[in-house]
C-alpha cells in the first residue's frame, strides 16, 4: 500500500496503532484539502440524508466503505482528519463487533481529506459477493443504519 512514503502490508490493522491515521472508503473523487460532510444520501438502506460521516483507523474497514460505495465508478481510499469530535460506529460494535475492533466512527462534523491511499488490495469477488447478499437481507428486512 501506498500511502505517501509510508508503507504497511497488513491491511487489517492501523498504519501506526496509537496513532490518528484514520481512513474514509467511498467511490467520490476528492483531493486533498477536500472536506466530507453529513447530508449527503448514505450508500446504504433507503438512502436517506446521512446525518454522520463514517471512517475507520483501519484500512480493510475503509476497503468496504470503498467497495460497498453506490456508483460505477473506482472505490477510492483517503486518509481523513476529523474536524471536531467523533464516536464508536453504533452500527458495527453495537450490532457486530463489541469493543470496536473495526476501529470505525462516526461524526456529525467533517472530515478533512489528507491524501490518498493509491495501492490497495480489494476483497475477492466472493468475499464481495456475500457482503452484498448480506446487506441486501437486511435491506429486504428493513434493518436500516442506526442514525441516533
Known amino acids: 500500500m501506498s500511502t505517501h512514503g509510508n508503507e504497511e502490508k497488513n491491511q487489517t490493522t492501523p498504519l501506526h496503532p496509537g496513532s490518528e491515521r484514520y481512513f474514509h472508503g467511498t467511490k467520490a473523487n476528492l483531493k486533498p484539502g477536500d472536506l466530507i460532510t453529513p447530508g449527503f444520501h448514505s450508500n446504504y438502506g433507503q438512502r436517506k440524508k446521512a446525518a454522520f460521516v463514517y471512517f475507520a483507523a ?82 429486504e428486512r428493513g434493518i436500516e443504519a442506526i442514525e441516533d
Open 58 to 139: 483501519t484500512l480493510d474497514a475503509a476497503i468496504w466503505g470503498a467497495e460497498l460505495a453506490l456508483g460505477d465508478t473506482p472505490g477510492r481510499i483517503y486518509l481523513v482528519e476529523p474536524t471536531g469530535p467523533f464516536e464508536d460506529d453504533p452500527n458495527l460494535t453495537d450490532k457486530k463487533f463489541p469493543g470496536n475492533p473495526t476501529k470505525s466512527y462516526r461524526t456529525r462534523d467533517a472530515l478533512r481529506v489528507a491524501g490518498e491511499v493509491t495501492d490497495w488490495q480489494g476483497h475477492s469477488p466472493e468475499q464481495l459477493k456475500t457482503m452484498k447478499d448480506n446487506l441486501e437481507r437486511l435491506k
